[in-house]
């Protein structure tokens, strides 16, 4: 193998082909919880393979609905179907799925082997089968030196791990992971990140993901839904998310960004022009914007979008003046916090590409900010 | 003061610490010598009953006479071995049956509305309110020929005579799962209560039906509650004299009523403390050998 998970990955888009069958398809699935929607007209088409995550601030109903995915809770209305077959009222223990919790739900009384080959004897395998498979998986997880041990005598890294393994042995089609990653230090958690991609590529199986933390779904999945109050913002792959985002939600729910509030002065079916009070010349956004005349819309520039520079620029659009407020040194860039004359704060970063800058831009200074046509993103909502 | 402690090397930690041993000692070690003293030495016509065991004879010697007979006599005598086993066959029946009834009691409380939890608790306490004289009083009541169960077998047509019930190894069975249902109870529903569910929801995930996930997760996990629960019930049982003495037959011999008589009828000290000797060395043998066999299963590589 001498591709690498993530080139494989690229060419991985079973979402733009109207002839694939999804393997999982969520249809209009409403969760209440007394009045309360946790889980609100949701419907999802998940395909073969891929790391699909479910992102969203803590309390969107992520949990909620993964669990409807495993059985544990039922649609108020709604269908969910798995490769095919109507799931909705399937009880757990029957369906071709398994779940790795967020607290690991490791049984206690159960040693390390024990708890892999559980749900194996469950499906009353040939003894030797269960015992080499167990071997396998724990060699996988690299757990094989902790097969006798109990689940007490295991670090936090080392109990995700046993989790892992136990729903994986099962050789399930699809996989349920509950912040699988959550209570890991950065190093582990990037070492599992790739190793999930790794399992997902030799034993071909399909991922739904819950995760809180983007930056987690942008590596991880080939593509992310964005929940926001039980309902799914926008479905995409990381880049579509961060480049193209439907909504202001999810622009600034994704990287930071800098909104500038405005409405259109010029709306041609090639080109807009956006009048804004906080910027000295106006937005030029080279692509037609479907908006009322009049409304107020908003124009989304990621910080790494916008350059800084000491001359005025001579256009007459894409540039506004600011004064330096705050700088911070991250090593490989460099975060400019600048004051707009309206009083307005925009992020900047900027790459540290020469080593020593004597003539570095520094505070107070007064400067000028540039971007391209291309790089506002306009949102209406 | 606190520098007077600290000078005797005594600081506030170890205070507490010393606190349960200072219990241990003054409520249990000391009796517990008292007792062992006593049934070694010979009963006597005299007040206290016995003879001491240490004896100076007023010419620089110090006598020590231990007398083993006591415990001869129990040996020889097989009414005493008849009363220790039938003890422990009722104490073991009874915490059978109080684990029957109380587990799935326990589990529905614990399974319960949290809410509704303390309430439930609450009520499986509230007897205690009341005294436990009283309850087993209350149970010849309804046991007797002409009480309220045999009324009301006979008013609903099940029997035409009523069944002697009273005095027999039935209501003492029935007043002892009664009378100690509770303490099987409490250790279960605590136990129980705290365990975390999401357990079984991962045993379902791999395929346990809702029954098999209860035998494979929920019941050794409460396995502690279970022995918890049994010890105390079973300790005390083996010991019980009221309820045998007001609900069960006069001739059933249980080992608290063998100590009573020996005590307050025949008042033989020194045979009775051998008795009690016997009894506790009966209990706590079997229940340190389980304590062991358990720590040692929960230390595992641990240790
Ligand atoms: N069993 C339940 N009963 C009532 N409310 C619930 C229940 N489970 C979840 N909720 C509510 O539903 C919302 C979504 O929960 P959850 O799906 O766990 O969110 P997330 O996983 O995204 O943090 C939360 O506000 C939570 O309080
Ligand atoms: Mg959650």
Redesign the interface.
């Known amino acids: 193998m001498a591709t690498s998970p993530r080139a494989t990955q690229q060419k991985f888009e079973p979402w733009t082909d109207p002839d694939a069958k999804p393997y999982v398809r969520i249809e209009k699935v409403t969760k209440k919880f007394g009045d309360f929607f946790a889980v609100d007209d949701v419907s999802l088409s998940i395909y073969k393979k891929e790391i699909f995550c479910l992102l969203g601030a803590s309390g969107c109903g992520k949990t909620t609905l993964l669990r409807m995915l495993a059985g544990f809770e039922r649609p108020t209305s709604g269908k969910i179907f798995i490769d095919g077959v109507d799931m909705t009222s399937i009880p757990p223990y029957e369906r071709p799925v398994n779940m790795m919790f967020q607290s690991y739900a490791i049984f206690p009384h159960m040693t390390v082997e024990q708890n892999v080959a559980f749900g194996l004897k469950q499906e009353r395998l040939q003894k030797d089968e269960i015992e080499s498979r167990v071997n396998d998986m724990l060699n996988l997880v690299k757990l094989g030196q902790f097969a006798k041990r109990k689940p007490h005598q295991l670090s936090g890294g080392q109990r995700q791990r046993v989790a892992l393994a136990r729903s994986l042995v099962k050789k399930p089609k699809l996989l349920l992971l509950d912040e699988p990653l959550a209570a890991l230090d950065k190093k582990l958690r990037e070492h599992t990140q790739f190793e999930l991609i790794n399992i997902k590529e030799t034993l071909g199986v399909t991922f739904v993901v819950v995760t809180h933390d983007q930056e987690e779904a942008m590596t991880l999945s080939t593509r992310i839904g964005l929940m926001n109050h039980g309902e799914i913002v926008q479905v995409g792959t990381p880049s579509e998310i961060y480049e193209y985002p439907s909504s202001r939600f999810v622009s600034e729910f994704i990287g930071s960004v800098n909104m500038f509030e405005g409405r259109l002065v010029e709306d041609e079916p090639s080109y807009v022009r956006i009048g804004c009070d906080d910027l000295e010349a106006p937005i030029y956004v080279d692509h037609g914007v479907s908006s009322a005349p009049g409304a107020t819309i908003w124009a989304a520039i990621r910080p790494e979008k916008i350059t800084i520079s000491r001359e005025k620029p001579d256009a007459t659009d894409n540039w506004t003046a600011a004064v330096v407020q705050d700088i911070a040194y991250m090593g490989d860039m460099s975060i400019y916090l600048l004051r707009l004359d309206s009083g307005k704060v925009v992020r900047v970063t900027q790459p540290n590409i020469y080593r020593h800058a004597d003539d570095r831009i520094t505070w107070d200074e007064r400067v000028f900010l540039q971007w391209y046509p291309e790089s506002p993103v306009v949102v209406t909502k | 003061m606190k520098a007077l402690l600290k000078r005797a090397g005594l600081q506030g930690r170890s205070v507490v610490a010393a606190v349960p041993y200072l219990w241990l000692l003054l409520f249990f070690l000391i009796p517990f010598v008292i007792v062992l003293k006593i049934s070694f030495s010979s009963s006597l016509i005299a007040m206290p009953p016995y003879e001491p065991l240490l004896h100076w004879t007023g010419e620089k010697v110090l006598q020590i006479k231990l007398n083993l007979g006591n415990f001869a006599f129990l040996v020889e005598d097989n009414l005493y071995w008849k009363a220790y086993l039938n003890s422990i066959w009722v104490a073991s029946v009874s915490t059978f049956f109080c684990l029957l009834l109380g587990y799935p009691i326990a589990y529905a409380i614990a399974r319960s509305n949290p809410s509704a939890r303390n309430i439930l608790m609450l009520l499986i306490v509230l007897p205690f309110w009341t005294s436990f004289l009283l309850r087993v009083y209350a149970w010849i009541g309804i046991l007797k020929n002409n009480g309220l169960l045999n009324n009301f077998l006979i008013w609903i047509g099940a029997i035409d005579q009523p069944i002697q019930m009273l005095q027999t190894d039935f209501a003492v069975y029935v007043g002892i799962v009664y009378s100690y249902l509770p303490f099987m109870i409490l250790p279960l529903y605590a136990n129980l209560e705290k365990m ?1 569910l ?2 079984l ?9 809702p029954w ?1 996930g209860f035998l ?2 929920t019941l ?2 409460s396995l502690p509650g279970v022995r918890a629960g049994c010890l105390l019930v079973f300790i005390p049982a083996v010991g019980e004299f009221v309820i045998p003495s007001l609900l069960g037959d006069p001739g059933m011999l249980m080992i608290g009523k063998v100590l009573w008589t020996e005590f307050f009828n025949n008042r033989d000290w020194p045979v009775a403390s051998a008795v009690a000797i016997v009894l506790l060395l009966f209990l706590v043998i079997p229940m340190m050998y389980f304590q062991r066999a358990q720590d040692a299963e929960a230390g ?3 240790r």
């Open positions: 975390d999401t357990l929801e991962a045993a379902a995930d791999l395929g346990c039906k098999q494979k997760v050794p996990l595992g590589v641990h």
